[in-house]
């Protein structure tokens, strides 16, 4: 069983910024895509963004672009998803996925692996 180990949530006021991590077994995603999605109560869990196993390739949901940078570092074998203008509608649960490939993007069948999950509040 592989553990994605993520963290850096919490409650945060509309215009905030918040950094979430996550870690994982060097072997597993050093060479793998990783990918960040995000589920609100009652909504379907969707794509937030995503990097290449090396950082040259990234994408993002629209609803994101511009406030949010996905970044990674692979000799610590850590990715990170830096939020910045926050907003209620940003409050979800966030999650971290390992890629099946080097190269991956919005669609969750193509994530292995999955983390817990970590808890993302915006207040207005």
């Known amino acids: 069983q592989v553990q994605l180990i993520e963290s850096g949530g919490g409650v945060v006021q509309a215009g905030g910024s918040l950094r979430l991590s996550c870690a994982c077994p060097r072997r597993t995603c050093t060479n793998n895509a990783m990918g960040w999605f995000r589920q609100a109560p009652g909504e379907e869990r969707e794509f937030v963004g995503s990097?290449?196993?090396?950082?040259?390739?990234?994408s993002y949901a629209d609803s994101v672009k511009g406030r949010f940078t996905i970044s990674r570092d692979n000799a610590k074998a850590t990715v990170y998803l830096q939020m910045n203008s926050l907003a209620p509608e940003d409050t979800a649960v966030y999650y971290c996925a390992v890629g099946l490939k080097a190269y991956a993007g919005a669609v969750a069948k193509d994530y292995r692996y999955w983390g817990r999950g970590t808890q993302v509040t915006v207040s207005s």
């Open positions: 990097i290449s196993w090396n950082g040259s390739n990234k």
